[in-house]
T-cell receptor, first 114, second 111 residues
Framework: DVKVTQSSRYLVKRTGEKVFLECVQD?????MFWYRQDPGLGLRLIYF???????EKGDIPEGYSVSREKKERFSLILESASTNQTSMYLC?????????????FGQGTRLTVV | SQKIEQNSEALNIQEGKTATLTCNYT??????LQWYRQDPGRGPVFLLL?????KEKRKERLKVTFDTTLKQSLFHITASQPADSATYLC??????????FGAGTRLFVKA
């Protein structure tokens, strides 16, 4: 059974802290994604990666960075957490190649910044 | 920019009826469109993909249509059950690696 695992279900962090969200997939997928989900706004793409050490900005990259040192692991970093980054964060992976492939999502990390 | 619109109001239906959810999009002609199911506190799960040259796709009690002229997809669940209660998301692949998602429509099926 395919799996995308996010390191935490719930996190509470203080404003200004550096926050790391980890995501691991066991499907040998080339493509990995970080989204945030807010009520009424749907999933918004923060960053994605199509290969090890490669990354591309999504639609809302400000205040975030990412790291992909190994194929199976994609990390999202909040450099200095702010209250407007309180959200549900979802990691996804997808096999490489064409765009007609399904995305597999992790269970999500609900981050609260106080 | 590309926009996806899904009915933000929840859909309430009686068990056994057919649920129909709508996805409208603008400013793009996607080659593919996907539907996902999301339960509270969980990540989305893929259900169906339909290509632009396919008018209709079925999977068990699910049916998806894709009208590129109207820029609309309809998602049907026949013989709905309380276990079908969830949020359903429409998604477009905009070419390359990017997929954009609608905000989803919440479905409640009453027993």
């Amino acid at each position: 059974d395919v799996k995308v695992t996010q390191s935490s279900r719930y996190l509470v962090k203080r404003t200004g802290e550096k926050v790391f969200l980890e995501c691991v997939q066991d499907m040998d997928h080339e493509n990995m994604f970080w989204y945030r989900q807010d009520p009424g706004l749907g999933l918004r793409l923060i960053y994605f990666s199509y290969d090890v050490k490669m990354k591309e900005k999504g639609d809302i990259p400000e205040g975030y960075s990412v790291s992909r040192e190994k194929k199976e692991r994609f990390s999202l970093i909040l450099e200095s957490a702010s209250t407007n980054q309180t959200s549900m964060y979802l990691c996804a992976s997808r096999v490489g190649g064409g765009a007609d492939t399904e995305a597999f999502f992790g269970q999500g990390t609900r981050l609260t910044v106080v | 920019s590309q926009k996806i619109e899904q009915n933000s109001e929840a859909l309430n239906i009686q068990e056994g009826k057919t649920a129909t959810l709508t996805c409208n999009y603008t400013n793009y002609s996607p080659a593919y469109l996907q539907w996902y199911r999301q339960d509270p506190g969980r990540g989305p799960v893929f259900l169906l993909l339909i290509r632009e040259n396919e008018k209709e796709k079925r999977k068990e009690r699910l049916k998806v249509t894709f009208d590129t002229t109207l820029k609309q997809s309809l998602f049907h669940i026949t013989a709905s059950q309380p276990a079908d209660s969830a949020t359903y998301l429409c998604a477009l692949n905009t070419g390359g690696f990017k997929t954009i998602f609608g905000a989803g429509t919440r479905l409640f099926v009453k027993a």
